[in-house]
Each structure stands twice: as structure tokens, then as C-alpha cells.
Nanobody, 117 residues
Framework: QVQVVESGGGWVQAGESLRLSCKTSGDIFSIYIMGWSRQVPGPGTQRELLVTMTGGGNIHYADSIKGRFTISGDKVKKTLALQMDSLTPEDTAVYCC?????????WGQGNQVTVSS
């Protein structure tokens, strides 16, 4: 089992920045891939995968955040951070960190990010 806990988030104005952090505990040696996703609360909304980072250092960003968000992490401690710059109201969502491997994925509770215009 792996526990995933996010921190950071909050409320900012458009154009400002926020940083999210993610820590894991438990069987962290089983983690090969980590990432961030977001979802706007409400019926009919879909979760959007934002970025993933593998144990080999491969990073993949969604087009919606390329050039604005930057992922970083510690491959040994299995921690992750997401630096979010040039935020827009469209970035308002609950942001979740996830960690796992090909067989299983663990999710954090999520942190609200609200960007006002």
C-alpha cells in the first residue's frame, strides 16, 4: 500500500503562481510512475491527466499546461512537486497527485486550486 498526500494549492489571481507538493509513504519502492491530474467538481466533468514522470525520468505534459507548469521530483524519496505559473481561471480545479506502477495506482485526496480573473 502507498499513501499519497498533497499540499499547497489555494486561491490566486490570474497570472499568479502556485506550487503543489506530493509526498508518498508506505511501499514507495513499488512506485515507478507519478503524476498530477485535475478535475473540476461537478456532474459530467472529466479528470484531466496533466503530467507524468517515470522512474527513468521520462516526463510527459498535457498540451493545456505545456510551458506554464513544471514538474519536479525526487526519484528516491518518491516526492513530487508541480510549479504552476501564469495561472488562468480555466486552471481552477481539484488537483490530485497519483503514484503507482503498471499494476496499481494510488491517489491523494486532492487540493483545490482557485484562480480568479
Amino acid at each position: 500500500q502507498v499513501q499519497v498526500v498533497e499540499s499547497g494549492g489555494g486561491w490566486v489571481q490570474a497570472g499568479e503562481s502556485l506550487r503543489l507538493s506530493c509526498k508518498t509513504s508506505g511501499d514507495i519502492f513499488s512506485i515507478y510512475i507519478m503524476g498530477w491530474s485535475r478535475q473540476v467538481p461537478g456532474p459530467g466533468t472529466q479528470r484531466e491527466l496533466l503530467v507524468t514522470m517515470t522512474g527513468g525520468g521520462n516526463i510527459h505534459y498535457a498540451d493545456s499546461i505545456k510551458g506554464r507548469f513544471t514538474i519536479s521530483g525526487d526519484k528516491v524519496k518518491k516526492t513530487l512537486a508541480l510549479q504552476m505559473d501564469s495561472l488562468t481561471p480555466e486552471d481552477t480545479a481539484v488537483y490530485c497527485c497519483h503514484a503507482g506502477n503498471l499494476a496499481v495506482e494510488y491517489w491523494g485526496q486532492g487540493n483545490q486550486v482557485t484562480v480568479s480573473s
